[in-house]
């Protein structure tokens, strides 16, 4: 039996667990392009973006490799130069301290995973 591409539903799936689910034509032409790229059905191409996207939302942390994160990098190492280029020996002074800083952002970003002792918003 053959299925056309057209088509999002799995033959031996039962109906109780079938999800109706409707897609923009952007949508259904990303999804059809993934499917034929890797020779697997629509449905198979849905469920595996759907589990990832599932395990990206549950993972817990910032993500380093996030448009964010990197933004907040950028504009951290670009005043980090402003600042440098106006101070007297500001250049030797960003590399004598740049390992302190290292330490002193792990520590920032430990306390931001951490959760927070109970009772610790009373204070």
Not at 18 to 23: A, G, K
Request: charged share 20%; glycine share 4%; hydrophobic share 50%.
């Amino acid at each position: 039996m053959g299925l056309s591409n057209a088509q999002l539903i799995d033959v031996g799936t039962p109906k109780s667990q079938r999800l109706p689910v409707t897609f923009t034509a952007a949508q259904r032409s990303a999804i059809a392009e993934r499917a034929a790229a890797s020779s697997q059905s629509l449905s198979s191409i849905v469920r595996q973006l759907v589990a990832a996207a599932l395990t990206f939302d549950t993972e817990p942390g910032p993500r380093p490799d996030s448009s964010a994160a990197l933004a907040a990098l950028l504009a951290a190492e670009h005043a980090l130069l402003m600042v440098a280029s106006i101070l007297p020996e500001g250049e030797a002074r960003m590399l004598a301290l740049a390992e302190q800083a290292s330490r002193a952002a792990e520590d920032r970003l430990a306390t931001v995973r951490e959760p927070a002792a109970p009772g610790a918003e009373d204070r």
